[in-house]
């Protein structure tokens, strides 16, 4: 079954596949100005609204039929290049049109014999891409 997905990375648990999201964090913020005054207080402007930003956690596994070497060199590629990304959990598409991935973190945390990464968590952070 979907879950959803980032771009074409999907997010998916079947019975050959588990590979899901965790520990998502979604925040935004607004932009104030303020303006010194003479003698009195200072006075707050609102100027606008930063973009969004997500956060999440995604395990990848090859004991959960996940290969973490391809998804990882494809987040790099996103990441690198910029690539506005749709994001979909669900039947819901979050954020007003893509995203692009600001940062990552990958934890290694098993390997095979041959040196090849078989469980991992990738930490991504997200931020918001408007047209």
Not at 47 to 57: A, E, R
Not at 93 to 108: D, E, L, V
Request: hydrophobic share 40%; proline share 3%.
């Amino acid at each position: 079954m979907r879950i959803g997905m980032l771009g074409d990375i999907v997010f998916e648990v079947s019975d050959e596949t588990v590979m899901t999201l965790k520990g998502m964090n979604w925040s935004g913020s607004a932009r104030h100005a303020t303006h010194q005054r003479l003698l009195t207080n200072a006075k707050t402007e609102f100027v606008g609204i930063d973009p969004d930003k997500m956060k999440f956690d995604i395990v990848l596994s090859a004991y959960l039929g996940v290969n973490p070497q391809t998804v990882i060199a494809k987040l790099f590629q996103y990441e690198r290049a910029g690539t506005p990304l749709p994001l979909v959990i669900g039947r819901k598409a979050y954020g007003k049109y893509r995203w692009t991935i600001q940062q990552h973190q990958t934890k290694a945390q098993f390997f095979d014999g041959e040196g090849d990464m078989t469980h991992c968590t990738v930490s991504l952070s997200l931020l918001e891409y408007l047209k």
